[in-house]
């Protein structure tokens, strides 16, 4: 506990006594010891070579020891490009000597210098390979599919970060990139420290990544290479003595003893070149440790939970501690603390406390010191398993904590040296060392639970305040699980104290089941089920029942060429994994943490990135997983036979297999049973679209119904690919189709309007055709045919032009299309479905977990002509829209006679005989 020695008092623990405490500790610290200490541990680490790494890990051990600190150890790990801790794959010992890069063409700039690691070592890309001097071509990364190789050219990727487009480079055989990436291209001559730079195998290169030269120049310097580059040829003079090698990075660790084995930790990372990430975070907590031994020796503080020191390489060095046995209960990460928040921009300092899955007491505890203490603008943070709080991973299971002054988008970038605030640093430190010792002394632990239980009871209504606005965003029945899931939170939160010996009051967690009891009565129940997205009816339908016991980086199990880099929410999916919930509940509670702390909830694009990585990891042994629904191939023949759909019938099919649920036989099993259900008299026809998206920035592309994959999802996909199945000859809305005469309904397509008389859709509908939706119901692509056959002005007659790879090979030019530039209310919106369902003038039924739909074509040619001619009421129809046909570069003049239905003889285009392979 802590006393006053003057008075001989014990200190009336209060938020007044928090600034008494940190007032001492202020007082205590030696700004000048703890500058002079970061200066010179960031003298040895600033050219970031490995051979430097045991000099300022000695120093590191010595200080700490100088500090007072007990059982100091400083273990020597590999760097190898192979050893593993945990699933992080060390990276190979790196060194360099210089490097440099000036052009050599054109002649009369000869020997201007475009890097050099003289000037600065930020010039060369952290384990840039060795090249002895060489003249290379440069090339645009802009311009690269020209080349059929790259061999011996260094591309010029702009600001992209090389990281971005390192594979894609790689793939070419060229040498190496010259990079000007920056998140802050305004600072002209800053120098972008580019760091890891491969993408599969965790941060930094493997003894399997393939050793590429990488230079990093300024902005400036970049605008001045792009302006050469796109005036003609350059060459430039380079070369980089480095070397790869087999060495050891070092770990340093000591402690303060306390009376328990249980121990809290601070964590500070070396080894990177920038004073503030982390010179100052390492040389800081040696003089935390001085201070609070200053307050031991004195007898005005006594720990009983220990407080260790730990020092390593980010995150990779760090796993190797915690593989070991431990007995750290807590971790605070302290990294990049001195960067001012006026020069970077941030304009405060970021708390992230410990994750949503593993909440911890002591958060409360350092948000209620920097109220009462701290002087400069902060704000609370999501927290994630951002750098060394990956220890709150449930495979290690620690909470943790971090205060950053972010440097924001001049993150490892040269001008950061000039950043440095050093009074801002000490503040944070102050900070940090005020809360280490209230943390682990029980006595004054005990002295804020009643700090803990009115942040709880606070914190949830400041929730239950903010539940009207997410309500009206949401508009669904989530509100109830919401105060549910919160409230667990919080109650789990307070609950934590007993880690450290602290009784918690059962009376305070009761008191918050029957606030949340009463606040979730007065919202009604309404049902949510008719509203899952495709994505979330496929995650629904998975459930991850086991994760490897690792925090998931390198992929180390994973073959070096099939590895993937996560996306960005997977670390926070998959610390929910308890084997019983699907990724849909999952998501659900990723939304409802996002909307805590003010995030919008995940987009439909980021649930199927996650859902795609989880069934990337089942499949290499990283996860498993079970679906809820399983399906087969005669189940699905029999739902679709309950919605008439009967032998010889002639259907088009819009489908999302996802959306069933798992298919035995995939994607192949549902078009062999729509195929076995029509027969061969019938017809089954599936769009095989593009939408055009192949020729977005590709001047070379261009479409063949032999080998141009459609977007349409995976069941047209392999509809098209199969026997027996034919396509269309349309550049952007090629149609496939299987059955008899499949042929004449393809055979044509080029020759008359997308979805004109003649189309493809247009011959079914002619044949009496049926439309089924599954789990598709804004895709009909019917309601075009209807559009383009009543004249509607939004949809241009063959008014775009577009390369087309014939059977033979020859590339032709094919018509499409001018889409309309704007919404239609009445197809895009597919008001007339609405109206189609409320009418019961549909068939609906399902397919596993998928919702569909079953219609007439002459039925739905009905209704929509009504909406078309604003017979109505809310819709005028297209007399009145004022949308017409976009404009873009491969728009061209019609070529459609209207008069004779058919096309000019004129037309650029290709019009000529097209047999169906």
């Known amino acids: 506990m802590l006393y006053n020695k003057a008075t001989g008092d014990n200190f009336d623990f209060t938020g007044i006594f928090m600034k008494k405490l940190y007032d001492l500790i202020e007082k205590c610290f030696d700004i000048s010891g703890w500058k002079n200490l970061a200066l010179r541990i960031y003298n040895i680490e600033s050219r970031f070579c490995y051979s430097d790494f045991e000099k300022s890990a000695k120093l590191c051990r010595d200080e ?19 050893k593993i801790y945990g699933d992080f794959i060390m990276p190979s010992a790196w060194d360099w000597e210089s490097a440099k890069l000036e052009i050599f063409e054109p002649e009369q700039l000869k020997g201007k210098i475009l890097a050099d690691t003289k000037l600065h070592p930020f010039h060369i890309a952290n384990r840039c390979g060795e090249i002895q001097e060489t003249i290379f071509d440069v090339i645009d990364i802009k311009h690269m599919s020209k080349y059929k190789t790259c061999t011996n050219f260094l ?70 290479l792009q302006k050469l580059l796109d005036s003609g040829p350059v060459k430039v003079k380079t070369f980089v003595k480095s070397r790869t090698y087999n060495g050891y990075i070092y770990s340093i660790t000591g402690i303060i003893p306390g009376k328990s084995k249980k121990e809290i930790c ?25 201070i609070i031994n200053q ?51 941030q304009m405060f300092v970021k708390f992230y406390g410990s994750p949503f899955t593993i909440p911890f007491f002591g958060d409360w505890l350092f948000e209620e010191l920097l109220s009462e203490c701290f002087p400069y603008p902060w704000k609370k943070q999501r927290p994630v398993y951002e750098d060394d709080t990956f220890v709150s991973d449930s495979s290690i299971n620690i909470p943790s904590g971090y ?4 440097p924001g988008k001049l993150h490892h970038n040269s001008y950061l040296e000039k950043t440095v605030n050093w009074e801002l640093g000490k503040k944070i430190l102050v900070s940090i060392a005020t809360y280490f010792c209230i943390l682990s002394s029980k006595s004054l632990r005990e002295k804020y639970l009643q700090v803990f239980e009115s942040s709880l009871k606070e914190e949830f209504y400041s929730y239950l305040s903010k539940l009207p606005g997410i309500a009206e965003q949401i508009q669904d029945s989530g509100i109830k699980k919401r105060i549910f899931y919160v409230a667990e939170y919080l109650q789990r939160k307070y609950l934590s104290i007993a880690v450290f010996g602290n ?40 459930v991850i029942t086991w994760r490897k016991p690792c925090f998931i980086f390198s992929l180390s199990g994973i073959e070096h060429k099939e590895r993937i880099h996560p996306p960005e929410q997977f670390h926070s999916l998959v610390n929910r994994v308890d084997g019983k919930k699907d990724l849909y509940e999952i998501y659900n509670e990723i939304d409802f943490e996002k909307e805590y702390f003010g995030e919008s909830r995940l987009k439909e694009f980021e649930k199927k990135q996650l859902t795609e990585y989880v069934l990337y ?81 590709n001047p070379e592309a261009y479409f063949s119904p032999l080998e141009t994959p459609t977007i349409n999802g995976a069941i047209p996909d392999t509809f098209w690919r199969m026997k027996n199945v034919y396509r269309s000859l349309h550049p952007t809305h090629s149609f496939a189709v299987w059955g008899k005469n499949a042929k004449d309904f393809v055979r044509n397509h080029h020759r008359v309007l997308t979805m004109g008389k003649g189309s493809p859709l247009h011959l079914l509908e002619q044949y009496g055709g049926k439309i089924v939706l599954i789990d598709a119901f804004h895709s009909n692509t019917f309601h075009h045919v209807v559009e383009m056959t009543n004249n509607v002005p939004c949809l241009g007659k063959r008014t775009e032009q577009y390369p087309v790879k014939l059977p033979s090979g020859k590339i032709v030019y094919c018509r499409t299309w001018g889409w309309r530039d704007g919404i239609c209310e009445i197809t895009d919106k597919a008001a ?73 003889p004129d037309s650029t285009a290709f019009t000529g005989e097209y047999e169906p392979l």
């Open 64 to 82: 700490l020891e100088k500090s007072g600190a007990k059982d100091v150890e400083m273990r020597k790990l590999k760097a190898d490009g192979k």
């Open 403 to 406: 205060f950053i002054s972010h």
């Open 617 to 697: 990891l089942a499949g290499h042994n990283y996860l498993k997983i079970k679906y809820r629904t399983i399906l087969t191939k005669q189940q699905i023949k029999s739902e679709l036979e309950k919605l008439g759909i009967r032998r010889t019938d002639k259907i088009i099919v819009h489908s999302s297999l996802s959306s069933m649920g798992y298919v035995k036989g995939g994607a192949k099993a549902v078009c062999e049973a729509l195929m076995e259900l029509v027969g061969k008299d019938g017809i089954v026809m599936m769009p095989s679209f593009n939408h055009g998206t192949i020729f977005e920035n």
């Open 503 to 542: 009784k918690p009051d059962t009376n305070v967690i009761a008191e918050i089941d029957e606030i949340a009891k009463k606040y979730s009565e007065k919202i009604p129940n309404t049902s949510t089920e008719e509203n899952l997205s495709r994505e979330d009816k496929k995650a629904r339908n998975i």
């Open 155 to 224: 591309v010029f990727c702009g600001n992209i970060h090389p990281r971005e487009c390192r594979e894609q480079i790689e793939k070419t055989g060229a040498t190496g990139i010259i990079s000007c990436f920056s998140k802050a291209p305004e600072v002209k001559d800053g120098i972008f420290w580019v760091n890891g730079w491969v993408k599969n195998s965790g941060w930094y290169h493997t003894a399997e990544d393939r050793k590429m030269v990488c230079f990093s120049i300024t902005p400036e310097q970049g605008q001045f």
């Open 266 to 290: 601070l964590l500070a990372h070396m080894y990177e070149p920038m004073i503030t990430d982390n010179a100052t975070g390492v040389s800081g907590l040696i003089e935390i440790c001085r």
């Open 832 to 904: 007339y479905l609405d109206y189609m369902i409320k009418h019961n003038l549909l068939k609906k039924g399902k397919i596993g977990n998928a919702s569909v739909f079953v219609i007439d074509m002459k039925t739905c040619r009905t209704v929509i002509e009504k909406f078309l001619s604003g017979s109505i009421k809310g819709y005028p129809g297209c007399k009145k829209c004022n949308i017409k046909p976009r404009k873009v570069l491969q728009t061209v003049e019609s070529d459609w006679d209207d008069v004779n239905e058919s096309v000019k």
């Open 295 to 345: 307050l031991i020796n004195e007898k005005k503080f006594y720990p009983d939970t220990g407080i260790r020191f730990l020092f390593s390489m980010e995150r990779y060095g760090m796993m190797e501690f915690f593989e070991r046995k431990h007995n750290v209960v807590y971790a605070f990460n302290v990294d990049g603390i001195a960067d001012d928040i006026v020069k970077t921009g």
